[in-house]
């Protein structure tokens, strides 16, 4: 499952739009079937609504200590082909490409482990933030399975973080916690204490223009987007939807 939720901003006439993965059934989330045709949905239904009222589109999870652990296990052992498994990588890339090519910026709020083709997703986010304490994996480990990530991830990592130091996170297999990914570049920054599952906590951070890259909370980091490029300075949050 991947359900659309509206942010309401202080101004009373922005919003930011959110798109909470929810895997049913399972603890965790995972890349099976449902959940890409409804993230596939999702990223559809946002790419027709945005307007000049929408100012983020954010990826988050309803599961704490997990923003997603990548493709499904008993997924991948139905897959009885290559032409099947070829169509089933195309189809995730075209999800990714479509948020890419969203008109707005887009964040992935990394609340836990985020592996796989959940780092993947996080990728094709123009930003991605994660909790201190609970990001404890984050990476592309497919290597130790034999595998390479097939939906953009080879490219996607060395492009953000230099060719040599993408290769080596690739070809080890390495996962980094929260701190260690901000250092190498995966992450835009480490949220501290807030909770980034969902649903989000509802605060209010008024801050400048040029407020700190790494704000406490996920109100206050939404509110220095919108100063840096909007010149508002304070934005509240509550669900509607």
């Avoid at 993408?166 to 260690?180: E, Y």
């Avoid at 400048?208 to 980091?221: L, T």
């Amino acid at each position: 499952m991947a359900e659309i939720k509206t942010i309401e901003l202080a101004d009373g006439e922005t919003k930011a739009l959110a798109v909470v993965l929810n895997t049913p059934g399972k603890r965790v989330n995972v890349f099976d079937e449902p959940t890409v045709r409804a993230l596939a949905h999702a990223v559809a239904t946002v790419s027709g609504n945005i307007s000049s009222l929408v100012t983020a589109v954010i990826f988050c999870s309803a599961k704490h200590g997990s923003f997603c652990h990548g493709a499904d296990v008993a997924f991948q052992q139905t897959i009885s082909s290559e032409a099947v498994a070829t169509e089933a990588v195309r189809d995730f890339k075209r999800i990714l490409h479509a948020i890419e090519a969203l008109p707005v910026p887009t964040i992935a709020y990394i609340n836990g482990v985020a592996l796989g083709g959940g780092l993947e997703l996080a990728l094709a986010c123009d930003y991605r933030f994660a909790a201190r304490d609970a990001a404890k994996a984050i990476g592309l480990p497919e290597v130790q399975l034999g595998l390479l990530p097939g939906a953009g991830g080879c490219v996607r990592l060395p492009r953000l973080i230099g060719l040599f130091a993408g290769v080596q996170l690739l070809l080890a297999g390495k996962t980094l916690d929260a701190p260690r990914a901000h250092k190498a570049g995966v992450i835009t920054g480490v949220l501290a204490s807030q909770s980034l599952t969902w649903p989000l906590p509802e605060t209010e951070h008024p801050t400048a223009a040029h407020a700190a890259p790494q704000p406490a909370g996920f109100a206050s980091h939404l509110q220095a987007l919108k100063a840096a490029n909007k010149g508002h300075t304070s934005i509240k949050l509550r669900e509607r939807g």
